[in-house]
Structures are given as structure tokens and as C-alpha cells.
């Protein structure tokens, strides 16, 4: 855990940082979240996290108490009074003390610092498992708070030896709970869905760093091409890209990790490191 964490603009030591009970997140787990890495005290991609994270507020009609440049501003002393040269942060944006238990009012704005994430090397050298859940999720481009579904799911998930859940709709594919898919098919073309997800900050980076080693399709993508296909993998803020090998028990492709999960995670790497050497403090 970081030392400490912020809680509406001020800095305060983690371990007596506290929310009232009554906040609408609390009571009806109403508010907004967002979630990037920082590296060299410089945090990834800020102006896309940061346009995700006011807009997701706007459409859930939530008002920050800090202005974005503010914010931007913000971060940086966090992360400067923790003094770790690389982590994550998650900004989280409340509904608010409700005055009857319902209605939102002046919105809470927590931040906090995570450590890197550690997923073990095995998932990207071995890949992962799915299930895959009939589900939508309700206001699929704002980063809401709520990942009701696929938490409750984390036993079915264990007992299948999976990592997270994937979300198809009428046999539509969508996302999973926490990334978004991508899929390699038998022409190598890379397809990603294009509507009903979470814009992925991730998703559009892989999309930069594939563009001109393969054709990139971005449309609705039926769950019967993602049992057919040559390859899958995840995307996420915190995975970068993480290949998927098996799907409901049933191998994807030839069951192994693939070239282009390998590749374009590279790739991604690459784009991100150079991100993180030129960014201006
Ligand atoms: C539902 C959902 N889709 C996709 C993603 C991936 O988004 P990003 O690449 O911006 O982390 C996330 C990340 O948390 C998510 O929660």
C-alpha cells in the first residue's frame, strides 16, 4: 500500500484517509472509476485516461472537484510524496453523501497509488483461460464503478482454472470484465469489436502499434470467430496484452500462445516505453 493517497484535493497519509458511510458508492455503488500506470513519476497516456475519466463524470451527471489541469497537477504530487518511480493510479469518483439514500450530491474524488502490476510471467508465456457470461454491461463506455457480474462470478472463474470472464451479447462479443478482445483470424486479419465496450486506452494503443504489420477490422465480431480463431488475446491498462488460449474449457487455436499476442505485446512495450522516455514532467 502507498503512503499516501488523496481524498478531494489533499494529500493525506493512506492509513487515516476515510469515506462516510453514506456516500452513494457506498449505499448504491454509484460512481466512476479510472485506472493508468505511471513510470519515470510519469503517467502513461494522461490526456486519454484523463478525457475517459471527465467524460465518464459527465455522463453520470457527476461533477469533479477538481479541474482536469488541476487534477493533472494533483497526480504528479502524489506520486512525487510517495516517491516510487513506477506504480499505478486509480482515480475514483464518487456519487457523494446522499441526502435520502438515493440522489447524488457533491461528488467524492479519491486518488490512489498502486504498486506495478505483477501478473505472473506464465500468463503471458503460457496464456490464459475464459468463460465466457451472456452479459452487457449497462453504460458500456463509461468506466463505472460496478463490476457486480464479474466479481460475483470469481468462484465460477476459479473453478474453471480461468482469469476473468468474457462478455458476449446474443452471441455478439463484447469485452471482458476488465479488458477488451482481440482476435486473429485464419487471413491474419486483427478484429476487435467497435461498439457496446469500454474504449479501451489500451485497445487503441495495440491498435497504433499493429498499424501496418497486419490488417485491423474494427466491427461487430460474432463468438462463433472467436471460438475459430488462430489467436486471442486481452488488452488491459494493467496486462498490457495478454494472450487467451482457452475459452470455456476449449483450446483457442492451436492452444498455444501465438506470434501476434507475442508480437504486438512487444510492440505495445515498445510504444509504451517510448511514451514514458519522452513525456514532459
Ligand atoms: C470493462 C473494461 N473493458 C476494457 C478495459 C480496458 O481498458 P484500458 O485499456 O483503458 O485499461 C477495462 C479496464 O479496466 C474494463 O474495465
Same mark, same amino acid.
Given at each position: 500500500?502507498?503512503?499516501?493517497?488523496?481524498?478531494?484535493?489533499?494529500?493525506?497519509?493512506?492509513?487515516?484517509?476515510?469515506?462516510?458511510?453514506?456516500? !452513494?458508492?457506498?449505499?448504491?455503488?454509484?460512481?466512476?472509476? $479510472?485506472?493508468?500506470?505511471?513510470?519515470?513519476?510519469?503517467?502513461?497516456?494522461?490526456?486519454?485516461?484523463?478525457?475517459?475519466?471527465?467524460?465518464?463524470?459527465?455522463?453520470?451527471?457527476?461533477?469533479?472537484?477538481?479541474?482536469?489541469?488541476?487534477?493533472?497537477?494533483?497526480?504528479?504530487?502524489?506520486?512525487?510524496?510517495?516517491?516510487?518511480?513506477?506504480?499505478?493510479?486509480?482515480?475514483?469518483?464518487?456519487?457523494?453523501?446522499?441526502? $435520502?439514500?438515493?440522489?447524488?450530491?457533491?461528488?467524492?474524488?479519491?486518488? !490512489?497509488?498502486?504498486?506495478?502490476?505483477?501478473?505472473?510471467?506464465?500468463?503471458?508465456?503460457?496464456?490464459?483461460?475464459?468463460?465466457?457470461?451472456?452479459?452487457?454491461?449497462?453504460?458500456?463506455?463509461?468506466?463505472?464503478?460496478?463490476?457486480?457480474?464479474?466479481?460475483?462470478?470469481?468462484?465460477?472463474?476459479?473453478?474453471?482454472?480461468?482469469?476473468?470472464? !468474457?462478455?458476449?451479447?446474443?452471441?455478439?462479443?463484447?469485452?471482458?470484465?476488465?479488458?477488451?478482445?482481440?482476435?486473429?483470424?485464419?487471413?491474419?486479419?486483427?478484429?476487435?469489436?467497435?461498439?457496446?465496450?469500454?474504449?479501451?486506452?489500451?485497445? $487503441?494503443?495495440?491498435?497504433?502499434?499493429?498499424?501496418?504489420?497486419?490488417?485491423?477490422?474494427?466491427?461487430?465480431?460474432?463468438?462463433?470467430?472467436?471460438?475459430?480463431?488462430?489467436?486471442?488475446?486481452?488488452?488491459?491498462?494493467?496486462?498490457?496484452?495478454?494472450?487467451?488460449?482457452?475459452?470455456?474449457?476449449?483450446?483457442?487455436?492451436?492452444?498455444?500462445?501465438?506470434?501476434?499476442?507475442?508480437?504486438?505485446?512487444?510492440?505495445?512495450?515498445?510504444?509504451?516505453?517510448?511514451?514514458?522516455?519522452?513525456?514532459?514532467?
Amino acid at each position: 500500500m502507498a503512503r499516501y493517497c488523496s481524498l478531494n484535493g489533499k494529500i493525506l497519509p493512506q492509513q487515516e484517509a476515510s469515506l462516510g458511510l453514506t456516500d !452513494l458508492a457506498v449505499l448504491r455503488g454509484y460512481g466512476i472509476f $479510472d485506472f493508468f500506470l505511471f513510470k519515470y513519476g510519469r503517467p502513461m497516456l494522461e490526456e486519454q485516461y484523463l478525457e475517459r475519466f471527465y467524460n465518464s463524470a459527465e455522463k453520470m451527471h457527476l461533477f469533479p472537484p477538481l479541474a482536469r489541469e488541476e487534477l493533472s497537477r494533483h497526480i504528479r504530487e502524489l506520486i512525487a510524496a510517495n516517491g516510487e518511480d513506477m506504480g499505478a493510479i486509480r482515480l475514483v469518483l464518487t456519487g457523494g453523501y446522499t441526502p $435520502d439514500g438515493y440522489s447524488p450530491s457533491e461528488p467524492n474524488l479519491i486518488v !490512489l497509488q498502486h504498486g506495478w502490476p505483477n501478473y505472473p510471467e506464465s500468463y503471458f508465456t503460457e496464456g490464459v483461460g475464459l468463460i465466457s457470461h451472456h452479459f452487457q454491461r449497462e453504460w458500456p463506455e463509461v468506466k463505472a464503478i460496478n463490476y457486480l457480474t464479474g466479481i460475483k462470478l470469481l468462484p465460477e472463474i476459479r473453478k474453471a482454472g480461468a482469469l476473468e470472464v !468474457l462478455y458476449h451479447y446474443n452471441g455478439v462479443l463484447r469485452e471482458s470484465v476488465r479488458s477488451n478482445v482481440f482476435l486473429i483470424n485464419d487471413r491474419e486479419e486483427l478484429i476487435t469489436p467497435d461498439s457496446d465496450i469500454l474504449f479501451g486506452i489500451t485497445r $487503441d494503443s495495440v491498435i497504433k502499434a499493429a498499424t501496418g504489420l497486419l490488417p485491423i477490422i474494427t466491427r461487430e465480431v460474432q463468438m462463433e470467430e472467436v471460438f475459430n480463431a488462430r489467436e486471442v488475446f486481452l488488452t488491459g491498462s494493467n496486462k498490457s496484452a495478454m494472450p487467451v488460449v482457452r475459452i470455456d474449457g476449449r483450446p483457442v487455436g492451436d492452444g498455444k500462445v501465438g506470434y501476434w499476442a507475442k508480437t504486438l505485446k512487444g510492440k505495445l512495450e515498445e510504444y509504451r516505453e517510448a511514451y514514458y522516455q519522452r513525456a514532459e514532467v
